[in-house]
């Protein structure tokens, strides 16, 4: 297994699968904060993992913090929300 500082080194220097590997440690840990610093990197895959967390716990603020960094499929989700009856 590659350490964390060697992913970090290569998501660093542009590698997106060592980003997505940071983003499952840190999903796998529970690392919201984690995630997000990713998701504000660029990173898809922490978009993905905090949108599906979002989505299951209703959490609408939180959808929208991540669509306004950028990952659009939370903006999709927040929209399905707020249009389903309550």
């Not at 080194?9 to 997106?16: K, M, P, Q, S, T």
């Not at 939180?62 to 960094?69: F, G, P, S, T, V």
């Amino acid at each position: 297994m590659t350490d964390r500082e060697t992913l970090r080194a290569l998501a660093d220097a542009g590698n997106e699968t060592a980003l997505d590997r940071l983003a499952d440690l840190a999903d796998a840990h529970g690392d919201i904060a984690e995630l997000s610093a990713l998701l504000d990197e660029g990173s898809e895959h922490a978009g993905e993992l905090l949108t599906r967390r979002a989505v299951a716990a209703a959490d609408l603020l939180e959808l929208q913090r991540i669509a306004d960094a950028g990952y659009e499929r939370a903006a999709d989700e927040l929209k399905r929300l707020l249009s389903s009856p309550s």
